[in-house]
Structures are given as C-alpha cells and as structure tokens.
C-alpha cells in the first residue's frame, strides 16, 4: 500500500524553529514531487510549495517564500517542511501530498498539527 | 484571499443534482488542468477530479467536472449523504514564478 506518514502534533513556542516530516511508504520518491499545503482551524488549504526529491528542485507560494524551507532526502523517501522562527500565526494543520504532474495531488498524508504558544 | 472563487455552501437533497462552481482568470484556470479536492470532516484531502474531467479510480461516476474559459464546474448526480464535506478546486498558476492555488472552498451539505 501507498501511504505518505507524517511526524507527531508539535507544540512549540513562538521563535522556536521547528522541522516536520512526510515519509513515502510503498514506494521510491522519484519521479513524483511531494507538496506542503496549510489548514488553518476552519479555514481552507493553501499551497506552501513543492519539491522534487530527484533533484531537489523546489517551488514555493509567494506566500510562503522566505518563511518556511522545504526539503527532501531521496535516500530515506522523506520530505521536510521547516521554520527557523515560529510564530502565533503558524498555528495550523499541515499536509502534504504526492504528485506526478506538480499539480494532481493523488496520496495525502494524515497531517501534522502545529501548535504555536506562549 | 485564494485565487479562485466558490461559493461558501451548497445544499441537496437525497437523490437531487448538486453543482459547484469555481472561478478563475487566464492564468489559472483559463490555461491549466482543474482539479477538484473532497475533504470529510476530520480527514485530509482525496482527489476527486483530474485534468478538468477525469475520476481517479475508485471515485463514483456521480461525480463529474467540466471547465469553459476561466471558470470549472463539479457536478454531483445523484446526491447522498455521504457526500456532506468541504470541496475544493485548484489549478496552476503561471503568474509570479508558477504556484498552486486552491479555491476558497465550498462546504455542500443534505438538506
């Protein structure tokens, strides 16, 4: 079976760093991208950026660029989303998803849920 | 404010026709595929249409999508009550550098 497993809930205080995690499981990372997207509580998903674990070519939202950095490691199938400083406002629900084209996102993982408090 | 626009709700009743609508510009939708997300409550995203029309497998025929110019349409025939959940459209836009953007989303519910 086909899964991308996400790491644990985070709590974190605002000006920490932080990195998550999203592993392929039934499969090798090359040829597909994988892509971060954010849900706030009640709100709709946004796409943070994309990155393709070949050759680690990456995209990122205006949005999100200069906010957070994504990251893959092809040798353990896993893709990384990280913040160097945290805020309030991080505070969401985070997937992400596998694509071949950059832009049908077929496999999601579970989601990670970022907690950003003082 | 997302790129592309939907209506915040749509409602059915059992059996009856339920069409949501996404709107776009040429750079999004007026130029690319269209995609279509269904998220039930508590769960991640499953992609439900692909390139504008096509079901992944597994996906009811009773779903459907279609797209003229800038704006998308997804189509549920027949509606259930499992179908209660958030639906999302999205498509790539080749404005700024070349992202994703998804529509502000539509809730659907049973009457």
């Known amino acids: 079976e086909v899964l991308l497993v996400q790491s644990g809930p985070e709590m974190k205080k605002p000006g920490e760093s932080l990195r998550i995690s999203c592993k392929g499981v039934?499969?090798?990372?090359?040829?597909?991208?994988i892509g971060w997207m954010r849900q706030k509580p009640g709100k709709g998903l946004e796409w943070m950026g994309i990155v393709y674990p070949a050759d680690s070519d990456t995209r990122y939202s205006p949005s999100f660029q200069g906010q957070v950095t994504i990251s893959a490691d092809k040798s353990i199938n896993t893709a990384y989303l990280q913040w160097n400083s945290l805020k309030a406002s991080d505070s969401a629900m985070y997937f992400c998803?596998?694509?071949?084209?950059?832009?049908?996102?077929?496999?999601w993982g579970q989601g990670t849920l970022v907690t950003v408090s003082s | 404010q997302s790129a592309l626009t939907q209506p915040p709700s749509a409602s059915g009743t059992s059996g009856q026709t339920v069409t949501v609508s996404c709107s776009g510009t040429s750079s999004n939708v007026g130029s690319n595929y269209v995609y279509w997300y269904q998220q039930l409550p508590g769960t991640a995203p499953k992609l439900l249409i692909y390139r504008n029309n096509r079901r992944p497998s597994g996906v009811p025929d009773r779903f459907s999508g279609s797209k003229s110019g800038t704006s998308a349409s997804l189509v549920i025939s027949g509606f259930r009550s499992e179908d209660e959940a958030d639906y999302y459209c999205?498509?790539?836009?080749?404005?700024?550098?070349?992202?994703?953007?998804f529509g502000s989303g539509t809730t659907v519910t049973v009457l």
């Open positions: 039934g499969y090798n990372f090359p040829p597909y991208w």
């Open positions: 999205a498509a790539w836009d080749t404005s700024v550098g070349g992202h994703y953007v």
């Open positions: 998803a596998r694509s071949l084209t950059r832009d049908d996102f077929e496999i």
